[in-house]
């Protein structure tokens, strides 16, 4: 079964200071994998995906098959990147869409 | 941007009744959604896949009895906790797939809370 893993439950960093969010996967299929953000009293939305190979927000994340890892980095964090990210693993096939889900990071950026 | 819309955002029932909890693509039409369970300050649960016009694929450890899953259109789910109890009061979230059956992009809706006294 696929598993996602993020280790750091909470990670605070100063405005200005690089910043590595980790996330780890287990999948014997070809992996799918996405950063999504909250905000505060807000929903669920997506960060970024592997395959757009995209920088938003500052934000960029590398798939490392080897290490089956997807961090996610910004080198210069902002006040208002604070919010709980969560790595996830899509499944696909007939049932595209299914997603697995990190236990999420909180990240908070202090001024 | 494409939105889903969940309702109520928050709910609480006594112990034993049943709630219904709605999932709504506003400007699309989503042949395929998700409900998820969270917990507080835990992650994300899939419970179950809908698909409109026919039954709902739940995962393992879910009971289908209990969370009954309705897709009757292509813009609207249902989730209805049936004879809820405390140990059910939990962050319902839903997320509808736009776009095609190996392609496409998840929307989520706000969550609905729900409480069981």
């Known amino acids: 079964a696929q598993r996602v893993t993020q280790p750091e439950k909470l990670l605070s960093v100063f405005k200005g200071a690089p910043v590595e969010l980790k996330c780890n996967y287990s999948?014997?299929?070809?992996?799918?994998l996405f950063w999504y953000v909250q905000y505060s009293r807000q929903r669920l939305q997506l960060l970024l995906r592997?395959?757009s190979r995209e920088s938003i927000k500052g934000f960029t994340a590398d798939l490392n098959k080897g290490e089956t890892s997807f961090h996610l980095k910004k080198p210069f964090a902002q006040e208002e990147d604070s919010a709980m990210y969560y790595c996830?693993?899509?499944?696909?096939?007939?049932?595209?869409?299914?997603?697995?889900f990190g236990q999420g990071t909180i990240l908070t950026v202090h001024p | 941007g494409a939105v889903v819309s969940q309702h109520p955002s928050r709910v609480i029932c006594k112990s034993g009744t049943s709630v219904k909890i709605e999932c709504r693509s506003l400007?699309?039409?989503?042949?395929?959604m998700f409900w998820y369970r969270q917990f507080p300050k835990q992650s994300l649960m899939l419970m179950a896949t809908?698909?409109?016009?026919?039954?709902?694929?739940?995962e393992q450890g879910v009971e289908k009895d209990k969370f009954l899953i309705n897709h009757a259109s292509l813009t609207l789910s249902t989730l209805t906790v049936t004879s809820a109890h405390p140990e059910d009061s939990s962050f319902y979230i839903c997320?509808?797939?736009?776009?095609?059956?190996?392609?496409?992009?998840?929307?989520f809706g706000e969550g609905s809370r729900l409480t069981v006294l």
């Open positions: 809908s698909n409109e016009g026919s039954k709902a694929t739940y």
């Open positions: 997320s509808a797939r736009r776009g095609g059956a190996n392609t496409g992009e998840l929307f």
């Open positions: 996830a693993l899509m499944t696909g096939g007939t049932s595209y869409g299914k997603l697995t």
């Open positions: 999948y014997s299929g070809s992996p799918e």
């Open positions: 592997h395959i």
């Open positions: 400007d699309f039409q989503a042949t395929t």
